[in-house]
């Protein structure tokens, strides 16, 4: 996280830089046909957020792309072990090495829920499935509100490429009011090359992370229900204790 913050203000340095270098560009005169780079730095500001919202949104869609994986939140040797635990029968040394096993392994959503569930055997089989129910629900939530920050990104980004866009007709309608006498195509290319530029980028970046989002919930959602699944087949072994 902090090499994404370091990363993401080296990029609001260049942001600054690229405005002013845009604005020294707009001051100086035009004697020269009009380039992409050009209109990138006149859609300064808003172009340089869309920059810095596309580099975290698409690193953070990348990271738990490959964090975030259905055999990291469902390990699928955990429940394995714990059939092979319980087949003799769910005493308390059973119990016992079954913790054991579930708090050696690398964190999960399945292991959460299967060591909380655990924790409630001498509760009884009614608190044992209470607690599978209430830690399911916060993993699931927990995974799921890491997941919806790309949507808010993709929202954020149509926004930001929608201000641009307005930004952008706004300076041409400026420039026209005045001239009433009528205004040079080449004067208005800035503005609506500005325009083109901001929506481009916006709808880039909401695209990309809209598909992210729908991806990984996806994948959270099939993880929570293949917990709950595992999660009762182990419980199966303590229904004699109601």
């Not at 405005?19 to 046909?33: I, M, R």
């Not at 919202?53 to 690193?59: E, K, Q, T």
């Not at 690398?106 to 209470?130: C, H, I, Q, R, W």
């Not at 809209?210 to 999660?231: C, E, I, W």
């Amino acid at each position: 996280m902090r090499r994404l913050l370091t990363t993401s203000l080296s990029i609001l340095a260049l942001v600054v830089v690229t405005t002013a270098a845009a604005a020294a560009a707009e001051a100086a005169p035009a004697n020269k046909g009009l380039s992409v780079f050009d209109l990138y730095l006149h859609s300064m500001p808003v172009g340089g957020l869309l920059t810095i919202l596309s580099f975290v949104s698409f690193s953070l869609a990348l990271t738990w792309t490959f964090s975030m994986r259905g055999e990291d939140m469902v390990p699928p040797h955990l429940t394995e072990e714990l059939h092979q635990i319980f087949a003799e029968g769910a005493t308390d040394e059973a119990v016992e090495q079954a913790k054991g096993v579930v708090a050696g392994g690398a964190p999960s959503m399945l292991g959460s829920v299967l060591a909380a569930t655990l924790d409630k055997k001498d509760f009884g089989f009614v608190a044992m499935t209470e607690a599978a129910e209430e830690i399911g629900l916060a993993e699931h939530t927990r995974y799921t509100q890491k997941v919806s920050w790309l949507g808010l990104f993709s929202s954020s980004a149509t926004l930001l490429g929608l201000l641009g866009t307005v930004s952008g007709i706004i300076g041409s309608f400026l420039k026209m009011a005045s001239n009433p006498g009528g205004v040079d195509p080449n004067m208005l290319a800035m503005n609506i090359g500005e325009a083109l530029v901001c929506t481009f980028l916006g709808l880039a970046v909401a695209i990309v992370s809209l598909y992210f989002f729908f991806f990984l919930r996806n994948r959270v959602n099939q993880a929570a229900l293949d917990t709950g699944v595992q999660t009762k087949e182990i419980l199966d072994y303590f229904r004699s204790e109601r």
